[in-house]
T-cell receptor, first 117, second 114 residues
Framework: GAVVSQHPSRVICKSGTSVKIECRSLDFQATTMFWYRQFPKKSLMLMATSNEGSKATYEQGVEKDKFLINHASLTLSTLTVTSAHPEDSSFYIC?????????????FGEGSRLTVL | AQSVTQLDSQVPVFEEAPVELRCNYSSSVSVYLFWYVQYPNQGLQLLLKYLSGSTLVKGINGFEAEFNKSQTSFHLRKPSVHISDTAEYFCAVRSPSGTYKYIFGTGTRLKVLA
């Protein structure tokens, strides 16, 4: 199946700094990528839909100025957590849809665990 | 609006025993249904999906699920589990059209005991 790669897998940062997480589709093109946040022992919460070449669509309650999303190419979307605080600590997962696939399957990255001290 | 309910937050089962993880959904329109598995500190891997056709769907690692429209259920089953099946399992739905927005259940932690 298609491969989606996230980097970094783990990041620790100080409060007030910004952190960038990359999501790449390795063997397919993705006009749309999705960013999820997963709290401990909880389900995945969709944060935003990232569209190549246009602004991301954020879910209700997600601060677009804090979670900056850029989808500059058909294979790369980035999530930047700006001025991170301890409450932003979480597991962030991206997913992408294969342009050529019509089955509705999303391919997920390995996730990035952010710890803000 | 669509929603997914996974009533069991944890399911302990002995190795080689059968298991069923329950998933019920609510939707006013037809849906596609998915089961994903998540191992610790990893992303999600697709186990199986129902899009149309046969209501019994077979997936990877010996898992299968049955779509029951009248009961709005999509329960996941495996006749004999292994220690390596210990993981978090998520049921998800999405509309066949539109934004590819998935709605996930809260997950069921399957713990296989030796």
């Amino acid at each position: 199946g298609a491969v989606v790669s996230q980097h970094p897998s783990r990041v620790i940062c100080k409060s007030g700094t910004s952190v960038k997480i990359e999501c790449r589709s390795l063997d397919f093109q993705a006009t749309t990528m999705f960013w999820y946040r997963q709290f401990p022992k909880k389900s995945l919460m969709l944060m935003a839909t990232s569209n190549e070449g246009s602004k991301a669509t954020y879910e209700q309650g997600v601060e677009k100025d804090k979670f900056l999303i850029n989808h500059a190419s058909l294979t790369l979307s980035t999530l930047t957590v700006t001025s991170a605080h301890p409450e932003d600590s979480s597991f962030y997962i991206c997913s992408a849809r294969d342009l050529g696939g019509g089955t509705g399957e999303l391919f997920f990255g390995e996730g990035s665990r952010l710890t803000v001290l | 609006a669509q929603s997914v309910t996974q009533l069991d937050s944890q399911v302990p089962v002995f190795e080689e025993a059968p298991v069923e993880l329950r998933c019920n959904y609510s939707s006013s329109v037809s849906v596609y249904l998915f089961w994903y598995v998540q191992y610790p500190n990893q992303g999600l891997q697709l186990l199986l999906k129902y899009l149309s056709g046969s209501t019994l769907v077979k997936g990877i690692n010996g898992f299968e699920a049955e779509f029951n429209k009248s009961q709005t259920s999509f329960h996941l089953r495996k006749p004999s589990v292994h220690i390596s099946d210990t993981a978090e399992y998520f049921c998800a739905v999405r509309s066949p059209s539109g934004t590819y927005k998935y709605i996930f259940g809260t997950g069921t932690r399957l713990k296989v005991l030796a």
